[in-house]
C-alpha cells in the first residue's frame, strides 16, 4: 500500500506560481502513473495532469491548464510534482495526488486511481 502526501499548497495572487509536491511512502512510485485532480468548492473533482510511469516519457493535461501546469516525476525522490504558472482564480481549489496502475491516459478516469492523498489547497486571489 502506498501514502500519498501533497504539500506546497497555500494562497497566491493572480499571475503567481506555485510547485505542489506530492511525496509517496510504503513503495516506489517508479512502476505507476501518477497524476493530480482538483475539487474546487461545489464542483466535481476533475483531472488536471498526469505522467507515465517509469521514465515519465508522456504526460496529458486537461485544456483549463494546458501551457501553464507542468507536471514532472523524480523516482529517486518517490515524489511527483505539479509546477503551477500564471495561476487564475479559477484554479481555486483542493490539489488531490493520485497513482494508479494504468496507462497515463486511463489516469484521466479518477475511477482508475488507486491511491490518493489527502490534497492540499490553493486560494488563488485576484
Known amino acids: 500500500q502506498v501514502q500519498l502526501v501533497e504539500s506546497g499548497g497555500g494562497l497566491v495572487q493572480a499571475g503567481g506560481s506555485l510547485r505542489l509536491s506530492c511525496a509517496a511512502s510504503?513503495?516506489?512510485?517508479?512502476?505507476?502513473?501518477m497524476g493530480w485532480f482538483r475539487q474546487a468548492p461545489g464542483k466535481e473533482r476533475e483531472f488536471v495532469a498526469a505522467?507515465?510511469?517509469?521514465?515519465?516519457?508522456?504526460?496529458i493535461y486537461a485544456d483549463s491548464v494546458k501551457g501553464r501546469f507542468i507536471i514532472s516525476r523524480d523516482n529517486a525522490k518517490n515524489t511527483v510534482y505539479l509546477q503551477m504558472n500564471s495561476l487564475k482564480p479559477e484554479d481555486t481549489a483542493v490539489y488531490y495526488c493520485a497513482s494508479a496502475s494504468t496507462t497515463v491516459q486511463g489516469m484521466g478516469d479518477a475511477s482508475r486511481v488507486d491511491y490518493w492523498g489527502k490534497g492540499t489547497l490553493v486560494t488563488v486571489s485576484s
Open positions: 505522467i507515465s510511469r517509469w521514465s515519465g516519457s508522456s504526460t
Open positions: 510504503g513503495r516506489s512510485i517508479s512502476g505507476y502513473a
